[in-house]
């Protein structure tokens, strides 16, 4: 038979869709005239200066942050028949649009190369132009947020390693310093645990349920 899955509205989104917000305040203040303080420096050296061995591992968890990886997903979602998912990440991939615009332009900070000075410049990393906020750790954070619910058992953990490594790995190739990929996670949290919050997301409690049977079905409404 098949099952009936329930979808529900957590606490625990509204409370990481406050927090994200919050971290992304805090970022905003502390980067608003543009400048890098000498800790996050230090943060951004730490990370940058790691031997360039790195490099070719780290690159392929870069692309998890490229646009198009929301309609990936989208497209994935709707073959493994999760149309409130597929909904999810387009509707994320708009958000980040939005949302990293609109950041932009209320604060601007530009890349490493240009607000550090003499860095180590991997691939075809610009040295200037806008880097607050990241827009790879806005959109992979978003994606975490809305994927994971989907997820069985230990599988949910791995959409959070992959947002560390891509903040990480963004820095490691100088194109972000910390706040930018930190507020970054915290606008996508914002925006995915938002979107949970209005479409819901799978009851974890159906994972151990049996499927139900005809007589135990919800009855359709007259």
């Known amino acids: 038979m098949a099952r009936v899955e329930h979808y529900v509205r957590r606490r625990s989104d509204v409370i990481a869709a406050l927090c994200g917000l919050a971290v992304l305040g805090v970022g905003m203040l502390a ?28 690159w392929p968890v870069q692309q ?71 827009g790879h750790a806005v959109l992979a954070a978003a994606l975490a947020c809305v994927i994971a619910p989907y997820l069985p058992g230990r599988w ?32 996508g949290f914002a925006i995915g645990s938002g979107l949970n919050l209005i479409l819901g997301v799978p009851d974890p409690s159906d994972a151990s349920a049996p499927p139900a049977t005809l007589s135990e079905a919800p009855a359709a409404p007259t």
């Open 156 to 187: 949910r953990l791995v959409p959070w390693v992959l947002i560390g490594l891509v903040a990480f790995g963004r820095v490691y190739v100088g194109a972000h310093n910390p706040l930018d990929v930190v507020c970054g996670a915290g606008l």
């Open 31 to 58: 980067v608003r005239h543009g400048s890098v303080s000498d800790l996050e420096e230090g943060g951004f050296r730490a990370v940058n200066d790691l031997p360039g061995f790195l490099y070719p591992l780290l």
């Open 64 to 134: 998890l942050g490229v646009i198009v990886v929301g309609p990936i997903v989208a497209v994935i979602a709707l073959v493994a028949r999760r149309p409130r998912l597929a909904v999810a990440a387009l509707a994320v991939t708009a958000l980040k649009l939005l949302s990293e615009r609109g950041v932009k332009a209320l604060v601007s900070r530009q890349r490493p190369g240009t607000s550090v000075g003499d860095i180590h410049a991997r691939g075809d990393v610009s040295l200037g132009g806008e880097s607050f906020v990241s």
